[in-house]
């Protein structure tokens, strides 16, 4: 049901300064031109000392932060104003849900249904990923022991950090309606290209099931033997029916298409083929992680004033490559519709190719500015991004 924004705004804030019913808060999504400082909010009453708090928690897609500020001092007004489309209140008698449009409308949706607070303060970061998981000693993470392989370190890291960056992303696309509710008879399918040894394929299947979100996971990698060996697994943890695998290439493979397409560290131009292959099916959600970025490299070698200060150091020609050719990135995706950024998904000190490129399909027609600006990059450098080349579309 539309209603004014303004009165849906201000159900929300009497239902969240009742604190002796209150559930939880969820904050998601982005207003159209509006900007927000994280990808979701999360609030909740929890007890502390005898009195009673909110606990803030806060994730930029990466990493959660949590603080927690007295009831009776939190303003709930200046959360519900921060540019979020997505609003959910909890209350033990129900829910509000609030969905803010292109327009700037409001759609108001009330749920009738008993809740339960639950005001335990847990000061304790949980590990998504138990190390004694049997899939993390298949794929050779966790010894036979259950406990992490001191040379899988950075390894088991960078899974359990990509599953805390696509848990809210995910969550927030399916709350946006960007990605349809999964259900037994249409699964979530989520393509995992150039997957390798499967570290974060067998990850994501095993998770987002352990939170019983149907799935159906694909592992596409060009080897043979990668094959055989995540096939073994699967097999073995008898999870084949919703877990599968192929030995194709990237922009080869006879799958058609996916929900959510991600992409580890996939070598050069195969970030491209991923890109382009998941584009090109309609997928809804795109996380890709590029890896030895050489392809604009080449090409610059007519370089626009006064750039070539920074081309005629090697090393500042080749960081400088690999900056132009995931913005470029981002950017045509963004003229494809999408809602595109860039992000460090783990820390430096763990692997050097820390970069993501995160999009969510929104059907957004691009800006003139938006072509203008990608169009001028490629003039004034004398640039053919391979990525352009494979789609060879532009708005």
Request: net charge neutral; charged share 25%; hydrophobic share 40%.
């Amino acid at each position: 049901m539309a209603t004014e924004l303004e009165a849906a705004f201000k159900s929300a804030e009497q239902l969240i300064s009742d604190t002796s019913k209150l559930v939880r808060v969820v904050l998601s999504g982005r207003r159209r031109n509006m900007s927000v400082p994280f990808e979701r909010i999360d609030i909740r009453p929890v007890s502390i000392k005898g009195g009673l708090s909110l606990q803030i928690s806060q994730n930029d897609g990466r990493v959660t932060t949590t603080k927690n500020v007295e009831a009776k001092e939190f303003d709930a007004k200046t959360y519900l104003e921060m540019g979020y489309a997505n609003i959910l209140v909890e209350h033990t008698s129900g829910a509000l849900t609030i969905r803010i449009t292109k327009k700037g409308e409001a759609q108001v949706h009330e749920e009738k249904g008993l809740r339960e607070q639950n005001l335990e303060h847990d000061r304790k970061k949980s590990r998504l990923l138990d190390a004694s998981d049997p899939f993390l000693i298949e794929v050779g993470i966790s010894d036979s022991e259950g406990r992490v392989k001191p040379t899988k370190a950075d390894k088991y890291l960078q899974v359990e950090e990509f599953l805390r960056l696509l848990v809210p992303t995910l969550n927030s696309a399916i709350e946006s309606k960007h990605i349809a509710s999964p259900t037994a008879e249409k699964p979530l399918v989520i393509a995992d290209l150039g997957c390798g040894s499967a570290y974060l394929t067998f990850a994501v299947h095993q998770y987002l099931r352990s939170i019983e979100m149907p799935v159906h996971v694909i592992g596409i990698d060009i080897r043979p033997e990668s094959l055989k060996r995540n096939t073994e697994i699967a097999k073995k943890l008898k999870i084949e029916k919703t877990i599968e695998f192929k030995a194709e290439s990237i922009d080869q493979t006879s799958v058609q298409a996916c929900d959510v397409a991600i992409a580890l560290h996939a070598c050069d131009t195969a970030t491209d083929d991923a890109i382009a292959w998941a584009v090109s099916g309609g997928a809804k959600l795109l996380l890709i992680a590029p890896c030895c970025q050489h392809d604009l490299q080449t090409q610059m070698s007519n370089v626009p004033e006064p750039w070539n200060l920074l081309t005629k150091h090697g090393l500042m020609k080749e960081r400088l490559g690999d900056l132009m050719t995931d913005s470029l990135r981002a950017q045509f995706i963004k003229l494809l519709g999408y809602r595109s950024e860039i992000i460090e998904f783990i820390g430096g000190e763990h692997t050097p190719r820390n970069i993501m490129i995160r999009a969510v399909k929104t059907g957004a027609e691009p800006g003139s500015k938006d072509v203008e600006s990608y169009k001028k990059m490629l003039s004034d450098w004398q640039i053919d991004p391979a990525l352009a080349s494979r789609l060879n579309v532009l708005p």
